[in-house]
């Protein structure tokens, strides 16, 4: 079976196209200006939300300020509404590669999967069979176990393996059978950041008869999704993870869509991509969304916005799998200091998850934030693989690297990390 590997897993750096440099990058973010306690503030805490460049919170206010209104109706502002919606469904359309008639959103990743979960869950009854993993967040396994009790559904969980932090493909495929309707699985590890190969997991669900969901908010930031190459028939990520605001987006196969049966009221659109969004939107989260998008393809050149992101998103790979390996092997020499996942060399995202032996995550964490060093900690909603690993009351300490990372801040992270060890 053919798969098409995750295009984080790059090459050597020296390969990937430039980008602009970090210094120029971080100009754009005012939240870097902050100090915390004396000390400027380093940010590990993209993992759960990235820091907001200027552009995407202008493109907000001007929407606010001089376009406000609600879509559909014969008047300036309704029409300028449409029109940036429609900018917005684009500017995301080609962040996934996908059409903007494929492109919906919602409040975020959660509310999504519930929705989308009711609107599937409509066609199956007893027996029918869901697949999700021990790796994934919560909000891509309890939206398919809600159906349980709602429609008799059953759902199984393959395994992932607590050493390496992956999921277990082998254990996946048995589990996928002729009653199988949908497979869900994320595509990186939010607590861990190790990555899965989707395209594989499409294929086999795509071979048994089965839908596929991808959940690619941890992706996202890291690697420039493909929806194409994935095979995958549904996918949600956060525009808040890239740095954008507080919006959920999901791709959605245009022909499946169309098929749904969704919950709506009977005056709503009754056609993708609409159809998948109740109520009035926040108009202003997705001019911020198409903002986040045409930021980060400003950052490199090329004929056209995709063009523009896949050569981004190559320099980001490059320089955050540099920042990571000074991370994690830092993390390696300091005693006491457990590291989980995947090393620099797999293919994972720069998102390192630890433990210092005798301190809980969240002394830790209150520790580096004294030293204006911003991390998270917790099992992040990803609990099933947290408790599998044990550490369901202590936690793990996740730090995540940026696009605004430097060199300087690891070493303020693992200056930290040591003191707190002794």
């Known amino acids: 079976m053919t798969s098409v590997r995750p295009s984080i897993s790059g090459s050597h750096p020296s390969q990937h196209p430039e980008t602009v440099g970090v210094a120029e990058v971080r100009s754009h973010f005012p939240a870097l200006e902050r100090r915390h306690l004396g000390h400027p503030v380093a940010y590990f805490d993209g993992p759960g939300g990235t820091q907001v460049p200027r552009e995407v919170v202008q493109a907000m206010s001007d929407?606010?300020?001089?376009?406000?209104?609600?879509?559909?109706w014969a008047y300036p502002t309704s029409v300028e509404t449409d029109?940036?919606?429609?900018?917005?469904r684009g500017a995301l359309a080609d962040l996934l590669n996908a059409t903007p008639r494929e492109i919906s959103v919602g409040q975020n990743m959660t509310s999504i999967a519930f929705h989308l979960g009711r609107a599937l869950g409509r066609r199956w009854g007893k027996g029918d069979e869901i697949v999700v993993t021990e790796l994934d967040h919560r909000a891509n396994v309890d939206p398919w176990k809600a159906l349980e009790k709602d429609r008799g559904v059953v759902?199984?969980?393959?395994?992932?393996?607590?050493?390496?932090?992956?999921?277990?493909?082998?254990?996946?495929?048995?589990?996928i059978g002729p009653r199988t309707k949908l497979v869900a699985v994320g595509a990186a590890s939010n607590a861990l950041g190790t990555i899965t190969d989707v395209a594989r997991v499409c294929a086999i669900a795509r071979d048994a008869g089965a839908l596929s969901f991808v959940d690619a908010v941890h992706y996202a930031p890291h690697a420039l999704v493909d929806v194409r190459?994935?095979?995958?028939?549904?996918?949600?990520?956060?525009?808040?993870?890239f740095y954008g605001p507080h919006i959920g987006v999901l791709y959605g196969r245009e022909d499946l869509v169309a098929s749904l049966d969704v919950p709506k009221l009977v005056p709503a659109p009754d056609a993708p991509p609409e159809k998948l969004e109740t109520g009035t939107?926040?108009?202003?989260?997705?001019?911020?969304?198409?903002?986040a998008v045409d930021f980060l393809a400003s950052l490199a050149n090329g004929p056209t916005r995709r063009a523009?992101?896949?050569?981004?998103?190559?320099?980001?790979?490059?320089?955050?799998?540099?920042?990571?390996?000074?991370?994690w092997n830092g993390l390696g020499a300091i005693r006491g200091v457990t590291r989980y996942g995947t090393p620099p060399e797999a293919v994972r995202t720069p998102t390192a998850a630890f433990t210092v032996k005798g301190v809980d995550s969240e002394r830790v964490v209150r520790h580096l934030a004294e030293r204006g060093v911003f991390a998270s900690h917790g099992d992040f909603y990803a609990s099933t693989i947290v408790e599998k690993l044990g550490?369901?009351?202590e936690g793990l300490v996740r730090a995540g690297c940026a696009i605004?990372?430097?060199?300087?801040?690891?070493?303020?992270?693992?200056?930290?990390?040591?003191?707190v060890a002794r």
């Open 308 to 327: 523009r992101l896949e050569r981004a998103y190559a320099g980001f790979h490059a320089r955050k799998r540099e920042l990571f390996a000074r991370l």
């Open 281 to 291: 939107q926040s108009h202003e989260s997705m001019a911020g969304a198409a903002a």
């Open 404 to 419: 605004y990372t430097t060199p300087d801040e690891i070493d303020r992270l693992l200056e930290g990390v040591a003191a």
């Open 63 to 72: 929407y606010l300020l001089h376009h406000n209104a609600n879509t559909h």
């Open 229 to 241: 190459a994935m095979g995958c028939d549904f996918l949600a990520c956060s525009a808040y993870k």
């Open 391 to 393: 550490l369901a009351e």
């Open 155 to 175: 759902v199984r969980m393959a395994r992932a393996d607590e050493k390496s932090g992956t999921v277990d493909l082998d254990d996946l495929a048995r589990l």
């Open 83 to 88: 029109a940036i919606i429609e900018s917005a």
